[in-house]
């Protein structure tokens, strides 16, 4: 069965700093990635995903994240935090189904919240 | 266009009595997801229907839980006989086609049930 895990439970930069969350997945074929954030109060929202190709995707509000293979690991990365991205992050991995489908059933980490310092 | 719509936002049930979260998809969003999230933890994959359809229960509790989506009204979670560990953030998810490779799932802002 897959797995997700999300070291660190709660990281403060400040702004204007750079971030990398991080995120490793146990699967055994080629997973389906992505990263969601979710606001106090709100649903998630789809940052990126990453499914096949270029490792290096890039997303909303400025996040790129980093597929490799070899470590396991889907790490989320911003050049330069703003007050507005405080939030809890989540990674998620989506299996292929039979037929080669897949279906959103996600298995998640349990999340990273992030604080900004001004 | 209205996102995927949930309500009640918070839920306050005794234990033994009955839950129902509802949730309203995305316009022309056939395939509903729930999920349910603990205090601490990431979401957790509960069913996947489609309109009339369960297409994956596996993780569903095998008793007091159930699902619908009918082909009129918005699906509905149902918990019998609630629990103090039913407490817990529950979300929704719509996408319009099956694929995850295809679509993209939008998520309700949860309902928040609490347990006496």
């Known amino acids: 069965a897959q797995s997700v895990t999300q070291p660190d439970i709660h990281i403060t930069v400040s702004e204007g700093a750079s971030l990398e969350l991080r995120c490793n997945y146990s699967y055994g074929a080629t997973p389906y990635l992505f990263w969601y954030v979710q606001s106090p109060g709100q649903g998630l929202q789809l940052l990126l995903k990453?499914?096949?190709?270029?490792?290096l995707v890039q997303g909303i509000k400025g996040f790129e994240a980093e597929f490799k293979r070899s470590q396991s690991s889907f790490n989320l990365r911003k050049p330069s935090v703003h007050w507005s991205d405080a939030a809890e992050y989540f990674c998620?991995?989506?299996?292929?189904?039979?037929?080669?489908?897949?279906?959103?059933?996600?298995?998640f980490g349990q999340g990273t919240i992030l604080t900004v310092h001004p | 266009n209205a996102g995927v719509m949930q309500n009640p936002r918070h839920l306050v049930r005794r234990r033994g009595q009955e839950a129902r979260l509802r949730c309203s998809p995305m316009k022309g969003h056939s395939h509903v997801y729930w999920y349910r999230q603990l205090p601490e933890e990431g979401l957790k994959f509960m069913v996947y229907l489609q309109k009339e359809n369960i297409i994956d229960e596996s993780g569903m509790p095998k008793e007091r839980f159930s699902a619908e989506f009918p082909k009129e009204g918005p699906s509905i979670l149902r918990i019998q006989q609630v629990v103090r560990g039913d407490s817990a953030a529950y979300f929704c998810?719509?996408?319009?086609?099956?694929?995850?490779?295809?679509?993209?799932?939008?998520f309700g802002s949860g309902t928040q049930l609490s347990v006496l």
């Open positions: 990453y499914f096949s190709g270029d490792t």
């Open positions: 998620a991995v989506g299996a292929q189904g039979a037929g080669g489908t897949s279906y959103g059933k996600l298995t």
């Open positions: 998810a719509s996408s319009h086609g099956p694929r995850i490779t295809n679509e993209k799932l939008f």
